[in-house]
């Protein structure tokens, strides 16, 4: 997670820089997570990991996963057992870093040209 105000750096530390050149937290953790896991689970125990994508902004929770023009509220709510769950945000499973970046680029990517969308429209 990351907090601060705009142009404070939260998406170049998540993200890292654009050519890749210095990864970001969400990239390095991902690959520490499979280093480890390899390393650790020699007998092949299968551990089902899964991907959310989120932004909190205004007080607004939106799935960065779910294209925008699909996107549904997401809410915080507690199930049978009292622990918190996100209703209404995606999960993907996940198999490798490199699909974990793949899955980031491309919400990074729809989310950019929704931003951008944003911005010429109020221009008009």
């Known amino acids: 997670m990351a907090y601060g105000q705009t142009g404070s750096g939260k998406t170049h530390t998540m993200l890292g820089t654009p050519a ?3 990864l970001g937290i969400m990239y390095l953790a ?16 299968f551990f ?10 205004n ?13 549904t509220d997401v809410q915080i709510r507690a199930n049978a057992n009292q622990a918190d769950v996100l209703s ?6 996940i198999k490798s870093v490199e699909q ?10 729809t989310y950019l040209s929704c931003v951008l969308q944003q911005i010429l429209s109020r221009r008009d």
Do not use: W
């Open 30 to 45: 991902a690959a520490e997570l499979f280093r480890i896991m390899s390393e650790k689970c020699k007998e092949r125990t």
């Open 59 to 71: 007080n607004t929770i939106r799935d960065l996963l779910c294209p925008v023009e699909e996107r």
């Open 20 to 22: 890749g050149s210095e």
């Open 48 to 57: 089902p990991l899964k991907l959310q994508y989120l932004e909190i902004y």
């Open 100 to 109: 974990v970046s793949r899955i980031i680029d491309e919400a990074q990517g």
């Open 88 to 93: 209404g945000a995606r999960e993907v499973e």
